[in-house]
C-alpha cells in the first residue's frame, strides 16, 4: 500500500467509523430495549456476562460465538475502565460489540480485493477504497451493525478465514473458520469454499498443462459450450481417481477437512445442524432460493448486471442457445412448481422488507412466480457473466456452495444472502469509476430510507403495547 492510499484508506475507515457511532448513538435512544431476535440475544449474552455459562434459551438456533466472543471485549474493557453495574453487558454495549465486527469488516473488505486483484495494475488505491466503503455499506449488513445479532461477526470470521486461504495459511484459515461456525452453522460451507480455493487452484493449473500436451488452446477459450464441458468433466474424473492427486489435496486442505469432520460430529451429536428452536428452522430443498439470490443480487449490484452491453448480449445469447435456454427454461419452472415454499414467518411477520416483497410481487397471482423465470435467466446469465475471469473450476466450486448455503433454508430471509452476495461481489473485475460511484449512491440511498423507516415509520400490533420497526 502506498502512503498516499494508506492516509486516504485510514482517513475513509475513521470517517465511516465516526458516522456509524453517531448513527449507532441515534438507534439507541430512539431503541432502548431488545427488539426482534434481540429479545433472545441479549439476555443470553448477559447471563454469560454473569458466568451463567450453563443457561440457554432454547428459542436461540445458533452456537454461543456471539455471546462468547462479547463476553471476551465486555469483560476486559469493564476491569480496565471500572465499569460496573447496569452498564456491563446493557443492551448498548453488546450492540457496540457489532460496530467494532463492522469496522473490522472494512478493513478485511479492503485486504481482500487488494489480494484477489492485486494483478490488475490498472486499478488505483483511490478505486480500492471506493469499492471497500461501498461493500462495508451494503445495506443488508450495514443495518445489523446497530443490533445484536450475529451477521457482523460471521461476516467477519468468515472473511478473515478466506483471506488467510488467499494467502496460504491454512490452519489459521481453518481456526477462524471454526469461529465463523459458532457464529452460524452454515459458515460451514465457507469452509468448504476456502478447501475448494485450494482445489481449484490446483485443478486449474492441471487443465493448462493438459490443454499445452493436447495444444488445444481452443478449450479454454470456449469456455461454457457443452463439449467443453464434457471434457472438463472427464478431466475432473481422472483428475480425482487418481491417488496420488488425492494425497496431494489432502495434505493442502486437511486442517479444512478436520474442521468438515467436527461438523458432521456435532450433526451427528445433535441430531441436527440446528440447536434450540428446530421447529422454525427445517431443512428442505428450496430450490427457488437461488433464483431469488440472483435476483437479490442483480437488485443490488444494478450497476454491473442491468447494463444496456448486458441486455443486448443476453439477447444475442438467446438467439445462439435457443435449445439450451428452453432447457434451462423447462427445469426452473419445474423446479418453482415443485420446491416452492413458503415459511409461516414469511406471512405472518409483516415487520420485514420480505413480507412486502412477498405480499406485493408473489402473491398477486399463482402465476406470477411462473413469470419471473424470464428475469430468473437474466440474472443467472449476467451473474456468471460477471465471474467469466475467473476459472471454470472457481466457478463450479463457487455455485456448488452457493447452492448448498441457499437451497436448504426454508424462509426467505435476506440476511442468509450477505456472505454470497459479498463473495461474489469481490470476486468480479473492477467496474468504472462512475459504475462504483453509482453503486456507492444506490446503498447509500437505501440505507438513509431503511434507517428513516426503522427510526420514525413504528407501527404497533392489536393487543400489544410494543412499537414494531420496519427491518430487513
Known amino acids: 500500500m502506498e502512503r498516499g492510499e494508506a492516509y486516504g484508506f485510514s482517513a475513509v475507515l475513521s470517517g465511516s467509523f465516526l458516522l456509524s457511532c ?16 434481540e429479545a433472545f440475544h441479549i439476555p443470553q449474552a448477559q447471563a454469560y456476562c454473569h458466568g451463567r455459562f450453563m443457561q440457554w434459551d432454547p428459542m436461540i438456533t445458533t452456537l454461543p460465538g456471539l455471546y462468547l466472543a462479547s463476553v471476551g471485549v465486555v469483560k476486559p474493557a469493564a476491569w480496565l475502565f471500572g465499569w460496573t453495574g447496569s452498564v456491563v453487558c446493557s443492551a448498548a454495549m453488546l450492540r457496540f460489540i457489532n460496530l467494532l465486527f463492522s469496522a473490522g469488516n472494512f478493513y478485511l473488505l479492503y485486504l481482500l480485493l487488494l489480494k484477489i486483484h492485486q494483478k490488475n495494475k490498472a486499478v488505483s488505491g483511490f ?59 452454515t459458515n460451514i460451507v465457507w469452509t468448504v469454499f476456502c478447501a475448494g480455493n485450494v482445489v481449484a487452484e490446483k485443478l486449474n493449473e492441471a487443465w493448462k498443462t493438459e490443454l499445452q500436451k493436447k495444444k488445444d488452446e481452443k478449450i479454454s477459450s470456449r ?23 488425492l494425497v496431494t489435496l489432502t495434505a493442502l486442505t486437511w486442517p479444512y477437512i478436520i474442521l468438515v469432520t467436527v461438523f458432521f460430529v456435532f450433526v451427528f451429536v445433535n441430531d441436527g445442524i440446528v440447536v434450540g428452536d428446530r421447529s422454525s428452522h427445517e431443512a428442505c430443498l428450496h ?9 437479490f443480487t442483480v437488485f443490488f449490484s444494478f450497476p454491473h448486471l442491468l447494463t ?14 435457443p435449445v439450451q435456454y428452453s432447457l434451462i427454461t423447462v427445469i426452473s419452472l419445474f423446479l418453482i412448481w415443485k420446491f416452492t415454499y413458503v415459511h409461516k414467518y414469511l406471512l405472518a411477520d409483516n415487520r420485514h422488507y420480505t413480507f412486502y416483497v412477498w405480499r406485493k410481487i408473489f402473491q398477486r397471482h399463482e402465476l406470477v412466480k411462473y413469470m419471473l423465470v424470464p428475469v430468473y435467466l437474466f440474472a443467472g446469465w449476467s451473474f456468471a457473466d460477471t465471474l467469466k475471469s475467473k476459472s471454470i473450476f472457481w466457478i463450479l466450486m463457487y455455485f456448488v456452495c452457493l447452492l448448498a448455503v441457499t437451497v436448504p433454508q ?9 456472505l454470497p452476495f459479498l463473495i461474489y461481489r469481490l470476486n468480479i473485475p473492477f467496474p468504472s469509476l462512475y459504475r462504483q460511484l453509482l453503486e456507492l449512491a444506490f ?17 404497533q400490533w392489536p393487543n400489544s403495547d410494543e412499537i414494531q420497526r420496519f427491518m430487513w
Open 22 to 37: 453517531l448513527l449507532f448513538a441515534v438507534i439507541n435512544r430512539r431503541q432502548r430495549g431488545p427488539y426482534m431476535d
Open 127 to 185: 478505486q480500492r477504497i471506493l469499492s471497500t466503503l461501498t461493500l462495508a455499506m451494503f445495506p443488508t449488513l450495514y443495518f445489523f451493525t446497530f443490533l445484536y445479532y450475529t451477521d457482523p461477526g460471521s461476516v467477519f470470521f468468515t472473511l478473515f478465514a478466506y483471506l488467510m486461504c488467499l494467502y496460504g495459511n491454512h490452519k489459521t484459515s481453518a481456526l477462524l473458520g471454526f469461529c465463523g461456525f459458532m457464529f452460524r452453522q
Open 223 to 245: 469456455k461454457g459450450s457443452f463439449s467443453d464441458l464434457m471434457r472438463i468433466l472427464r478431466f475432473l474424473i481422472k483428475y480425482l481417481i487418481s491417488l496420488k492427486n
Open 287 to 295: 430450490f427457488p432460493q437461488l433464483f431469488y439470490f440472483l435476483s
Open 308 to 321: 444496456p452491453t448486458k441486455i443486448r448480449k443476453f439477447l444475442l445469447s438467446l438467439r445462439k442457445h
Open 410 to 418: 426454508k424462509l426467505l430471509e435476506f440476511r442468509y444472502f450477505i
Open 443 to 459: 446503498y447509500i440511498v437505501v440505507n438513509a430510507v431503511t434507517f428513516y423507516l426503522f427510526l420514525n415509520k413504528t407501527f
